[in-house]
């Protein structure tokens, strides 16, 4: 076997066993966590922290399915969508939205707030760029599923190109 595909296959498992310890942990924790987001203040706040479950339990599923993948490709095909793409820049824009209107709940690591005006400009406009560079991010990984391959032409729905080989 070739370096590079036990190296492809190593990665694969431990993207499986990463995928699977934090799918266990989420499904471990849903009663949990469902009955905290019942105390939340608002219900943006309970919404906001359901969906961020959501996502994580998303990009989970997605590393099981990549692992899956790269240990042995005949059993799951490759994606037409850049799933990593979207689920990352989901999960990132999700997060900095999150920060921006103070939906996420105070955690350990304190949130980094402005001294000053100058500071808080500053920061507004990284948080703006990040914003940009994650809804791209996004845009890729969807643009990616309504490319057309090399070599694959763009027929109209009703098999048109079949009426053309029977001419």
Request: net charge positive; glycine share 10%.
């Amino acid at each position: 076997m070739d370096w590079k595909k036990w190296a492809k296959r190593v990665f694969g498992s431990f993207l499986l066993i990463a995928g699977t310890v934090f799918l266990a942990l989420q499904l471990l924790h849903i009663p949990a966590k469902l009955a905290d987001s019942l105390n939340y203040p608002t219900l943006a706040q309970a919404l906001w922290e359901i969906t961020g479950r959501a996502l994580v339990f998303a990009v989970s599923t997605y590393l099981v399915i990549t692992g899956l993948r790269m240990i042995n490709p005949a059993v799951i095909p490759p994606a037409r969508f850049g799933w990593g793409k979207i689920l990352f820049g989901m999960l990132m824009l999700h997060s900095q939205i999150g920060t921006h209107f103070h939906w996420n709940p105070d955690g350990p690591i304190p949130l980094m707030k402005a001294n000053n005006a100058g500071e808080a400009a500053g920061m507004r406009f990284a948080s703006a760029l990040f914003n940009c560079l994650w809804i791209y991010l996004i845009y890729r990984g969807v643009r990616a599923g309504f490319r057309l391959n090399k070599g694959q032409i763009d027929e109209p729905a009703g098999g048109l190109s079949e009426d053309l080989h029977h001419v």
